[in-house]
């Protein structure tokens, strides 16, 4: 179920009328509304810039409100929204109708599922490495284990056998490498997890037999200084529909014109059944400024930014 929110809509109550709004649960204490209060929320771990850059905004123009984001596994947060542990969830999927029929509709509701972005699946290699366009073909078949060298690829390259590296066993990016790359095939060999996608990116700036998969987010604000200082540690690999095509990157423009093919939407899932802060931020990260966020930071923004332009006369 998709919802847009208006800013407007979720100023529930003004300064002047806060205590009168105030809405208290079983033991007493004040809950959060959609601009005040306190929450935990968890966030797939291939949004963390983007979304700690967000929160920071969020939480300087609603000086009562404080959000404290838990940087995790896509497969973690799904976990813990179904287990009610945490009530919003920023991640690249949205809820089955399996996973609401068992968990939610039972309870009586179903959660806002937002989408807020769209990002890319990108693939990662050492600045040694001088290949760095591949099919959609060949792409396939490194994450399905047909192609396992570097050389199945170039006979002339001087690397050896391709080590493929994801960020976290649970994560979105390794499902969406299965699912819609692999086309559910498990994963090979030599693929190893890691931890987090700045581990991903340490690992294959030291290794030259690494091909890296992370979130595109680490890697699009080319205006931050720590996205400059990854980006001189790796090459970003091309991706071409067929071959002999000219092969794109995960860039902004590339992903809207659907030239890059590993595209993927960004959702926020919102499981306060009331209307709480869940909501609020729903709201902000939907809204124009919240989408400006996203499209300053590289990402695709779900709803187009607007411009205004007055023309004198």
């Given at each position: 179920?998709?919802?847009?929110?208006?800013?407007?809509?979720?100023?529930?109550?003004?300064?002047?009328?806060?205590?009168?709004?105030?809405?208290r649960?079983?033991?007493?204490?004040?809950?959060?509304?959609?601009?005040?209060?306190?929450?935990?929320?968890?966030?797939?771990?291939?949004?963390?810039?983007?979304?700690?850059?967000?929160?920071?905004?969020?939480?300087?123009?609603?000086?009562?409100?404080?959000?404290?984001?838990?940087?995790?596994?896509?497969?973690?947060?799904?976990?813990?929204?179904?287990?009610?542990?945490?009530?919003?969830?920023?991640?690249?999927?949205?809820?089955?109708?399996?996973?609401?029929?068992?968990?939610?509709?039972?309870?009586?509701?179903?959660?806002?599922m937002?989408?807020?972005?769209?990002?890319?699946?990108?693939?990662?290699?050492?600045?040694g490495?001088?290949?760095?366009?591949?099919?959609?073909?060949?792409?396939?078949?490194?994450?399905?284990?047909?192609?396992?060298?570097?050389?199945?690829?170039?006979?002339?390259s001087?690397?050896?056998?391709?080590?493929?590296?994801?960020?976290?066993?649970?994560?979105?990016?390794?499902?969406?490498?299965?699912?819609?790359?692999?086309?559910?095939?498990?994963?090979p060999?030599?693929?190893?997890?890691?931890?987090?996608?700045?581990?991903?990116?340490?690992?294959?700036?030291?290794n030259?037999?690494?091909?890296?998969?992370?979130?595109?987010?680490?890697?699009?604000?080319?205006?931050?200084?720590?996205?400059?200082?990854?980006?001189?540690?790796?090459?970003?690999?091309?991706?071409?529909?067929?071959?002999?095509?000219?092969?794109?990157?995960?860039?902004?423009?590339?992903?809207?014109?659907?030239?890059?093919?590993?595209?993927?939407?960004?959702?926020?899932?919102?499981?306060?059944?009331?209307?709480?802060?869940?909501?609020?931020?729903?709201?902000?990260l939907?809204?124009?400024?919240?989408q400006?966020?996203?499209?300053?930071?590289?990402?695709?923004?779900?709803?187009?930014?607007?411009?205004?332009?007055?023309?004198?006369?």
């Amino acid at each position: 179920m998709f919802r847009n929110y208006s800013i407007s809509g979720i100023l529930i109550c003004s300064a002047l009328f806060a205590g009168a709004c105030q809405q208290r649960g079983k033991d007493g204490k004040v809950l959060d509304t959609p601009t005040t209060g306190s929450i935990r929320i968890m966030v797939d771990d291939g949004y963390q810039p983007i979304i700690a850059s967000a929160i920071d905004v969020f939480d300087s123009i609603y000086r009562r409100a404080s959000m404290e984001a838990i940087y995790t596994s896509e497969g973690e947060a799904i976990d813990a929204i179904i287990r009610d542990s945490i009530q919003v969830i920023i991640v690249a999927r949205q809820l089955t109708g399996e996973e609401l029929d068992k968990y939610f509709r039972p309870r009586g509701f179903v959660p806002h599922m937002t989408p807020i972005a769209y990002d890319g699946v990108a693939f990662i290699v050492h600045p040694g490495n001088k290949d760095t366009v591949f099919t959609m073909e060949q792409m396939q078949a490194i994450i399905t284990g047909k192609i396992s060298s570097w050389k199945m690829l170039n006979p002339k390259s001087p690397l050896s056998d391709i080590v493929l590296v994801f960020d976290n066993p649970l994560s979105g990016t390794v499902r969406y490498a299965k699912d819609s790359i692999g086309g559910g095939a498990p994963l090979p060999a030599n693929a190893t997890a890691l931890k987090t996608n700045a581990e991903v990116i340490a690992y294959v700036s030291k290794n030259k037999n690494a091909l890296g998969i992370i979130g595109v987010n680490w890697i699009s604000d080319t205006d931050d200084k720590g996205v400059q200082a990854f980006r001189r540690q790796i090459k970003l690999v091309d991706i071409a529909k067929a071959a002999g095509a000219v092969g794109y990157g995960p860039y902004q423009a590339y992903l809207s014109t659907g030239r890059y093919p590993y595209k993927r939407t960004v959702y926020i899932i919102n499981a306060q059944a009331r209307k709480g802060l869940g909501l609020g931020f729903a709201a902000f990260l939907a809204s124009d400024p919240g989408q400006r966020i996203f499209h300053k930071d590289g990402l695709l923004p779900a709803q187009a930014p607007t411009r205004v332009i007055q023309i004198k006369r």
